[in-house]
């Protein structure tokens, strides 16, 4: 049996009653430009380190090591789930050359490419060019080198030109798909550390992540992660929007997504513009996510629902399409009457997880109550580590509902310790969740656990011992509307303590609209209908005074 280091820290603390051992982490560059953690550790207020190593969590491990090592603490030198290699993505050099083939065949003359941007220490600077071509200004390429930044912005000048996703021009040796698993895991493994649960624990969890790319520099970041895959039982639905009914993994990593947006746009209104996803927008809309962001979904596997079923006939073309462009989905869709149906959740009164992603790449992911103040969030990418199959995705997430639908790249993605694992770390039907939720953008991913919680899937509330125990979860939909309320109150907007919830998620009348008619396609598909849910689950309001017992205000 493995037995992590900073676990063994994390008990041995908790038994001789002393704070928490606290890493202290700051990043350093080393040689070939390579980005190397430096870490170090206090234990006890003695300092260990620091450990410099290629990923955080390596840095975190060795540091961990020092410490267990120095107070005589068995340890197995915690073999991490994920193998961080990343950061040596090299772009394709060709690149360039293809812009300027491009130009000539135009007949475009005075190609050029100027520095718009540096910043950051001199140990750590960031350039940002942009190319103008043909008298038209093009997007911004940032890296921490004048090439790289020249090659992101003729790739950027490239996929506007060709109206192709910039996906297509970027040339890694790791693939794209690999990429976003590794930073979902990676983050993962941090709060399961820091939860002090065992690796073995962290992979065996059915996992969700949303991801935050930023396109102009090509780093990425996971702004909300959930596991678990239970439903709240009929008797703890209706509680006054304090617990958390759906528990399956992709719906709270979207609630988690949501609480994201939420601080951003709170920030946007109380701090500047310039360290925020969003920016201000005309009316009707207050904001608008920046060009620069796209929103990316990992599943560890096939969500439950359509894309867990696999039409035989179709299965030969998969070899292919570990990457799937939204423009090659009818190459792979296939159309039956026995497949694309709409489904409940197992023995829950729930619609699957598919058909909420179906809806969401018809109406955005942002929901209801945040179409108030910006516009529709599309999912760019849906990557899938276990059970991929690109027909079944391609035509679960979207092929099946036509073309009036956003049709995201699907792609593979995985790396070693994913494929092995099933999914035992919820015989404790456990739900994991952590929100990005008010951190910095370049914040480090450390004390995670401030922003995270484990839910008892059978209730929605806190695991009773857990950290959260006994307060309501940042994710539950009385939290979120508290954050609507408070948006409300910063941007002027109409909101009524006679309100209930259910009334408040109809007010948006382009939403409501848009969401019959997809209701109304679905019939007229005769794909099925979403269930009906009970009607006092939304019920309640901010003022109705005592909230459940078992629950306390967050
Ligand atoms: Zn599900
Ligand atoms: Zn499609």
Redo the contacts with the bound molecule.
Sequence with gaps: MEINPISVLHEYCQKKKEANPKFHASCAVGEDKKVLYQISLTVQKKLYGPVCAPSKSKAKTGVAVLACNDLKLYHTAGKQVQKPNKSTAKTDLNIITQLYEYCQQQKWLNAKVELVREEGEPHDRTYALRYTLGGREFPVGAGKNKDSAKQRAAARALSELKEAPLRVFLKHDISFGVTVCEYAWEAFGILCEELGESSDFCQTSQLACFLLENLEDGTFRVVGLGSG?GVASPEWQACKGESVIDC????IARRCLLVFLYEQLIKLFSSSEEENIFQFAPAPYLASLKPQYQIHLYLKEA???DASLVDATAVKVEKKYNELAPHDHEKVYNESKKFGLVKN?ASANIV???DKILLWNVLGVQGNLLSNFIPKISISSITVSRHYNASSLARAFCCRYGNSIHHPWIQHGIIEGVEKSNNTGHEKSWAIYWTHGPMDLKEDFEDLVKNAGILNSQTGTHVKGSNRYQEIPIICKRNIYLKYKKLCSMTKQKYRDEYSYSYTKNLCPQYKLDKNSFFMRLETLELGRFPIIDSNVDKFWLDDGDTNKNCKKY
Excluded: A, D, Q
Aim: aromatic share 0%.
């Design positions: 895959n399956h993994s992709v719906v969500p439950c629902g959740k699957s997880c598919t």
